[in-house]
């Protein structure tokens, strides 16, 4: 690991702090303005399903071309580059005026989507080697601050230029994204590559080193069920509510903004418990905490829209607690691998939510969000078998460390012995003379 000052550490954590909140704030913002597109366009039901998928389409090429040209372009010419692509893309999408051109300005205007999430947690591995879960836990929150943020923002622009429409709030969404963009520019990056550049000539894992791996298409298969469990409550809960316990919209807002409310608290503090715990023994904690709270839930019914909500507290924790023990499996060397297993996470979990649709429509309302259950308990398995894998990754790199420690040993041992008789050859002869005046010659 680099050592870096204080200043650079702060500076470069403020940054990454930032990615996060812009990220979030542009997440939602887009939420809101494209079911403005879809009135207003107008755009059909299976358009704007079209316009709901590119989000996850420009996120998994877009997070896979980052993680191509860390090694060669670094972070902060990365992270400048996506910004820039964005706000173009919300220049364009003001004069775009059907959907093909919606999509196509989309595509790039949702380019930060994937690199702000992706770079920003792989060079978090690398930054915080003290109180990471803790940093990394705030790091995942601010996201959520953003995205807290981006609504607000968007009803204040309507409300204020309510002729400019969905047109406004893209103009106007660019003022802080610039904001972020020179900072980011004129501030030193300490750290700038997934690896030192005295680390080159080494051997690492390439991007497509990483897509071969089946241990990264298993950590994205892993994260991605933790992830469905988390995000059930957002995706279906409101669907659960209105068509299952029958209840009213509003009820199904409550939930949301209870949940989301639990999931922040604990997103802030429960890094500092897994700086405690550990990031191991924290997941065998609120994973099976999680399952346990989500059953408890379902079996109240209607009551229990009071009790759901405090699934937030323990799912918030499944993927950041997750990324911080990357480090125990990969080393100094998991910038890359998690770099790509977010993308990877991410197509898998499209077509999960796809598969939860169908089922939602062909058995029943109420299997989309029952699935957090069985999805957390796979999750739960997955990262048992993660745990011995990493502790037997450990336990390699250590036998490989105490080998090399032996070879510098041996080589140090011989230059010694070579250095000692060289010594010897230059000794001073010294005459000794006996009691008999007998006269030898002796080497000291």
């Known amino acids: 690991m680099e050592t870096i000052s204080k200043t650079s550490f702060w500076l470069l954590t403020i940054g990454l702090f930032l990615c996060n909140w812009t990220n979030g704030f542009c997440d939602s913002i887009r939420s809101v303005t494209y079911s403005m597109m879809k009135d207003e366009v107008p755009l059909s039901y299976s358009q704007y399903g079209g316009l709901q998928s590119l989000g996850l389409f420009s996120y998994v090429i877009w997070a896979f071309a980052a993680a191509s040209v860390l090694d060669s372009m670094g972070y902060k010419l990365t992270f400048v580059i996506s910004i820039i692509a964005s706000i173009v893309g919300n220049l364009l999408t003001i004069t775009s005026k059907n959907y093909l051109l919606i999509l196509g300005s989309q595509f790039f205007a949702t380019s930060l989507l994937g690199v702000l999430d992706d770079c920003p947690t792989s060079l978090a591995v690398i930054v915080f080697t003290k109180h990471s879960g803790a940093l990394f836990c705030i790091m995942s929150g601010i996201y959520g601050l953003g995205a807290f943020v981006g609504p607000l923002w968007a009803k204040w622009i309507m409300d204020t230029f309510p002729k400019y429409t969905y047109r406004g709030i893209y103009v106007s969404m660019n003022i802080p994204i610039l904001l972020v963009l020179l900072f980011l520019a004129f501030i030193p990056f300490a750290i700038n590559h997934p690896r030192k550049k005295e680390d080159a000539q080494k051997e690492h894992m390439s991007v497509w080193q990483c897509v071969k791996s089946p241990m990264i298409w298993y950590c994205g298969l892993m994260l991605i069920m ?185 080589v140090c041992w011989r230059k010694h012995a070579q250095l000692t008789a060289a010594k010897r050859l230059l000794l001073v002869k010294v005459l000794d003379v006996d009691d008999s005046g007998s006269v030898s010659t002796l080497y000291t």
Request: with cysteine; proline share 4%.
């Open 226 to 410: 933790m992830a469905t469990a988390e995000r059930s409550t957002l995706f279906w809960g409101s669907v659960y509510v209105k068509e299952v316990l029958h209840l009213t919209e509003d009820d199904g807002a409550l939930l949301n903004s209870r949940f989301y409310f639990c999931f922040m608290v604990a997103r802030f503090l429960g890094g500092f418990v897994t700086d405690w715990l550990g990031p191991f023994l924290m997941e065998y904690i609120i994973i099976p905490a999680g399952i346990v709270v989500y059953v408890i839930g379902f079996a109240m019914g209607a009551k229990g829209v009071y009790v759901l909500p405090l699934v937030g507290i323990f799912v918030s924790l499944y993927f950041p607690t997750f990324i911080v023990s990357t480090s125990r499996y990969w080393g100094d060397d998991c910038a890359i691998p998690v770099a790509c297993i977010l993308p990877i996470q991410c197509g898998i979990g499209a077509l999960i939510q796809s598969a939860l649709g169908v089922i939602n429509e062909r058995y029943g309302p109420q299997y989309a969000y029952w699935a957090a259950v069985p999805c957390a308990a796979i999750a739960l398995l997955m990262f048992i078998f993660y745990h011995v894998m990493a502790i037997r990754r450990e336990k390699e790199r250590e036998s490989l460390l105490n080998k090399e420690q032996i070879a510098v040993c041996t």
